[in-house]
T-cell receptor
Framework: NAGVTQTPKFQVLKTGQSMTLQCAQD?????MYWYRQDPGMGLRLIYY???????DKGEVPNGYNVSRLNKREFSLRLESAAPSQTSVYFC?????????????FGEGSRLTVL | GQQVMQIPQYQHVQEGEDFTTYCNSS?????IQWYKQRPGGHPVFLIQ?????EVKKQKRLTFQFGEAKKNSSLHITATQTTDVGTYFC???????????FGTGTRLTVIP
């Protein structure tokens, strides 16, 4: 089992370009999450999806869109990248319906916007 | 809004010394989780605390959840170089399924 897989692992964009970060999980978890991590800021929640067909905003949703394509996949799109979106992005998954339950993280996608 | 603060932000210890990080929430938490992130890696779940005043141990790690369920701590006894990394606490937000992370404490262990 791969767990949570993110692609790409590294990406460099120019300001204004668009891109999609892909995330897939093979653990049959219902809930999926996108976080960004910046130095000294910890992990900040961008969007999450409690179950297939639903998505909700987190702390820092501006400039991002998400799609829960099916139970396995949850993608994060930057329509017009900005330097402030330079960060490490983590996808995570966990069992739905509980306020408890551990998050399983992917290995991260390091994005640089020039 | 939801706020989970951690102190200290950084800690350097000599190998063999103890280490403690503290997590404080502005609201009462139904539960709290702790994660460890090695340098260059991704966060990995350590433990979850649910009950008021709960204490759990994992070898040299001791986790506590405050009586009021608004704070928590992680204590490492006799640190080793393998303990290096950033330790995060995380608590549920207003939504049933979201999870907010603290700012993290970055631990450096000097051999």
């Amino acid at each position: 089992n791969a767990g949570v897989t993110q692609t790409p692992k590294f990406q460099v964009l120019k300001t204004g370009q668009s891109m999609t970060l892909q995330c897939a999980q093979d653990m049959n978890h219902n809930s999926m999450y996108w976080y960004r991590q910046d130095p000294g800021m910890g992990l900040r929640l961008i969007y999450y999806s409690a179950s297939e067909g639903t998505t909700d905003k987190g702390e820092v949703p501006n400039g991002y869109n998400v799609s829960r394509l099916n139970k396995r996949e949850f993608s994060l799109r930057l329509e017009s990248a900005a330097p402030s979106q330079t960060s490490v992005y983590f996808c995570a998954a966990r069992t739905r319906g509980l306020s408890t339950g551990e998050l399983f993280f992917g290995e991260g996608s390091r994005l640089t916007v020039l | 809004g939801q706020q989970v603060m951690q102190i200290p932000q950084y800690q350097h210890v000599q190998e063999g010394e103890d280490f403690t990080t503290y997590c404080n929430s502005s609201t009462t938490l139904s539960n709290i989780q702790w994660y460890k992130q090695r340098p260059g890696g991704h966060p990995v779940f350590l433990i979850q605390l649910v009950k008021s005043g709960e204490v759990k141990k994992q070898k040299r790690l001791t986790f506590q959840f405050g009586e009021a369920k608004k704070n928590s701590s992680l204590h490492i006894t006799a640190t080793q170089t393998t303990d290096v990394g950033t330790y995060f606490c995380a608590g549920p937000g207003k939504g049933a399924n979201n999870l907010f992370f603290g700012t993290g404490t970055r631990l450096t262990v000097i051999p």
